[in-house]
């Protein structure tokens, strides 16, 4: 058995490939070039790859993304609609962007901002304590990624709520389902921290209407995809005073382009979409268990929902 592994990001090839196949030495893993003939084979890693692998290789069945997000693959015309596709499902990157989202939390909270001026002046002196129940956070997607944002933030005593589209129970969290709780979770949430799968129904919810409705001064986290934000909305949400401060993971352009003004503006953070990276470890261990349960006509977790689109 083939399994084909293609991908253009520059990932070390090399390693995983050697790492997918100590894992699961019974099947073949095979570097996918555009230049080689076709392989015949029925499974293929990826991450980003060229259209010219859904062609040249007619008799996939199944493939798996070496990342969480499919949104590129789905709206990529060429790639195939009967083809099953699997995604990563925390592969090691929910424990850093949490911690990602801690850090830029505690920005805020513990006016860690402040401090590095008065470090900067040389100045000793102590700030008055903000009490965390006045930041109560609103995390908006509640998958893998986003329950283990919100527990770590639940177990630092903030007050968290999250919203997804069943509304699914999680201890310790306040949890809203659906468009019809959208706007109470919204005026609960004084920060809110997007992290949903970038759908038809995602696309632009972070917009001068939503983020109007949050506890002011709001702050936003975005570490979903950048075409969640209408990037004008915020800028006018900021100018206003309503929303304080942005920390900026994702952009709908990525890298942002030099002369974006998100760069200089004094309140918003830009990190370059580094939330998460993938763990080489957890990710073949995950990736190659799917691929013997696939194998073994086992039921495989993580099957995207083409209808839903995540
Ligand atoms: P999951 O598929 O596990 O979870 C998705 C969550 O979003 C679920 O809670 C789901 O609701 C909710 N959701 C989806 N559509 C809607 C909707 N229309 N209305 C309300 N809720 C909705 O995804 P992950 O947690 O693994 O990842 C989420 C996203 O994070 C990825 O798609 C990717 O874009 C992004 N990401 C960003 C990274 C970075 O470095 N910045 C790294 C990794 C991922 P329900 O629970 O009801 O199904």
């Known amino acids: 058995m083939k399994v084909l592994f293609c991908s253009t990001h520059p990932l070390h090839t090399a390693d995983f490939l050697a790492d997918f196949q100590a894992a699961l030495p ?29 062609a040249r290789e007619p008799g996939l069945r199944a493939v798996f993304n070496l990342g969480a997000g499919v949104d590129a693959l789905l709206r990529n015309p060429a790639f195939p609609s009967s083809l099953a596709l699997y995604r990563l499902e925390d592969g090691g990157m929910s424990a850093q962007i949490a911690e990602y989202v801690v850090h830029a939390v505690s920005r805020i909270v513990r006016q860690l901002d402040r401090y590095a001026e008065q470090e900067a002046d040389r100045r000793w002196h102590q700030l008055t304590a903000i009490d965390r129940r006045e930041f109560p956070v609103g995390v908006l997607g509640m998958g893998v990624i986003g329950r283990k944002i919100a527990t770590t933030l639940a177990q630092l005593d903030y007050a968290v709520a999250g919203w997804s589209r ?31 799968p970038l759908t038809s129904e995602t696309s632009g919810i972070l917009n001068a209407r939503t983020l109007g409705r949050l506890k002011a001064p709001a702050h936003l986290i975005n570490v979903g995809r950048g075409e969640h934000l209408v990037e004008e909305d915020l800028l006018e949400v900021m100018a206003s005073g309503h929303v304080e401060s942005a920390v900026l993971d994702v952009f709908r352009t990525e890298p942002l382009p030099k002369d974006h003004p998100f760069w200089s503006h004094p309140r918003i953070s830009v990190t370059p979409h580094i939330a998460a990276q993938t763990g080489r470890r957890e990710t073949v261990a995950q990736i190659a268990s799917k691929i013997e349960a696939y194998l073994a006509g086992r039921a495989v977790s993580g099957l995207v929902s083409r209808e839903l689109g995540y």
Do not use: C, K
């Not at 709780?181 to 609960?188: I, V, Y």
């Open 26 to 54: 019974v099947v073949e893993f095979i570097h996918w070039r555009e230049d080689m003939p076709t392989q015949g084979a029925e499974l293929a890693v990826i991450f980003q790859p060229p259209d010219a692998l859904y």
């Open 166 to 196: 069943s509304g699914q129970p999680l201890e310790g969290v306040e949890v809203f389902g659906g468009q019809s709780q959208m706007d109470a979770f919204l005026a609960r949430s004084r920060i809110v921290v997007n992290i949903l």
